[in-house]
């Protein structure tokens, strides 16, 4: 069946029903309510004589997963995973209804089109279509989940941790990827194989209390909490330039001259200036992939107007590089404010580390064939990421997990990170249309290859046990 007839009767309908769905989470245990998308997907495919699984953590916060049983069980299983949960949207902010999913102009206007209904509406098109094509080599499975906006704990979390047999797999293609990059000579899609860890602390600052209207050497609490947020804000961790940030900096940059300086860790971040004046986004992504980061983010106290507040809290959000964990972040926290213990306590009430994943595997060298088919002269930059997805908690697990898309040239990084969460978000029906056609490809292409590797990972893993 022609690829565009497959997204404008299966994929484009079924991501206009997911955006009207408006499964906004805002981090509330009763918001998301993506129950009603999960059915809208089963219903779907069950048109299609397709059997599916739904698994509940909350009777409104449901999950779904179905398999194409493949032809080789010496093949390894691929899935595609996906999320149908929303960030909230501001109408007033939005040339068109954000959640009305209006087709204007080639593209598919709406909350989450970007992020990433769109890709999950592929998905399960590609599914669709892979279910009555000749059976794929190894199995296909389809996840879709709940709450990945609000750490996945209704969703990715409880179905590793819940079920994890259902959903075990060896390859996995989710978001954040295939942003295209139109700098050097080949233009570039990116392929995330990782992305950093998260670690939330609160800290805790003493003070004396007294009279809001005698404040002469008031021993506040909030001043204190508030020069550690601003010593916070102006902390820079020095630059890890590892091969995957070598080749994202080489990528991101748009002349030879910053190329050159961020290749050396002294130079890095003139050459990162150099781009934020020309790519903030960019810059961005480049950053934090490249170092630990912290961002004070939340200063509360629970005193009144007209009183010296005796304690006061800082959240700070801290994103960690693969090896780190609590103790490394509590060291930069110190070293950062300069206190003593005596001045502040902390505490970490969130960890999960950061996560990486192989580069060099079949599913990259499929996707690498496919693409010079489908996006000829575009090649793979590799990426990894300052945010979090679901696919953390499969990576945990040992599966292989890429962020991408087959997105055209339509959908560059500036484009996609001025409208992932923001205003007017909206996607090419171009871009569903090449990443439909790599995904139903995806299984096939695979190949034997992917057998072979899978048997070395798992002799090594037996012989290192």
């Not at 040239?409 to 790599?438: K, Q, W």
Request: aromatic residues 8%.
């Amino acid at each position: 069946m022609e690829t565009e007839r497959v997204v404008a009767d299966r994929a484009i309908p079924l991501l206009q029903t997911l955006v009207r769905n408006a499964c906004v989470n805002t981090g509330a245990e009763d918001s998301g309510e993506e129950t009603r998308s999960i059915e809208a997907i089963r219903g779907f495919l069950s048109e299609f004589d397709i059997e599916s699984s739904i698994l509940y953590a909350r009777p409104d916060r449901a999950n779904l997963v179905a398999r194409i049983p493949g032809r080789d069980p010496l093949q390894p299983t691929l899935a595609f995973m996906g999320h149908v949960d929303v960030v909230p949207a501001d109408a007033s902010e939005w040339s068109r209804d954000p959640f009305g999913g209006e087709v204007i102009d080639g593209e598919v206007w709406g909350r989450g089109t970007l992020d990433m209904l769109g890709m999950v509406a592929t998905s399960v098109a590609a599914f669709t279509v892979i279910a009555e094509s000749e059976p794929p080599p190894g199995d296909v499975l389809l996840i879709v989940v709940s709450d990945e906006e609000a750490g996945g704990a209704f969703g990715a979390r409880f179905l590793t941790e819940q079920h994890p047999d259902l959903v075990k797999c060896d390859y996995m293609v989710t978001e954040v990827g295939g942003m295209y990059l139109t700098e050097g000579h080949i233009p570039g899609l990116t392929l995330t194989v990782g992305e950093k860890g998260i670690c939330w602390a609160r800290m805790r600052f003493h003070g004396t209390p007294g009279h809001g209207s005698m404040p002469y050497r008031a021993d506040n609490a909030v001043v204190k909490a508030s020069k550690a947020a601003e010593a916070l804000s102006e902390y820079q961790a020095k630059p890890e330039l590892t091969p995957i940030i070598r080749d994202m900096a080489d990528a991101f940059m748009s002349d030879r001259l910053s190329r050159f300086l961020a290749r050396l860790p002294g130079t890095f971040d003139l050459a990162l200036s150099r781009l934020y004046t020309r790519n903030p986004g960019r810059a961005k992504f480049l950053h934090t992939a490249a170092r630990t980061s912290i961002s004070p983010n939340v200063l509360t106290t629970g005193g009144k107007v007209n009183i010296v507040p005796a304690s006061a809290e800082l959240e700070v959000d801290i994103r960690l590089l693969p090896g780190q964990g609590v103790e490394h972040a509590q060291r930069m926290l110190r070293e950062a404010i300069g206190d003593s213990d005596e001045e502040v306590d902390i505490e970490f009430f969130e960890f999960y580390p950061s996560t990486l994943s192989e580069l060099e595997t079949p599913l990259k060298r499929a996707t690498e064939r496919i693409l010079a088919d489908i996006l000829p002269n575009t090649r793979i930059v590799p990426m990894f990421i300052g945010g979090v997805t679901d696919g953390r908690y499969w990576r945990q697990r040992g599966t292989v997990v890429y962020g991408f898309a087959a997105n055209t040239a339509e959908l560059t990084m500036d484009r996609f990170s001025e409208m992932i969460h923001g205003t007017d978000e909206r996607i090419p029906v171009s871009c569903l249309e090449r990443n439909l056609e790599y995904l139903t490809r995806l299984p096939y292409e695979l190949g034997s290859d992917a057998a072979g590797h899978l048997g070395e990972r798992v002799s090594a893993r037996v012989h290192a046990e």
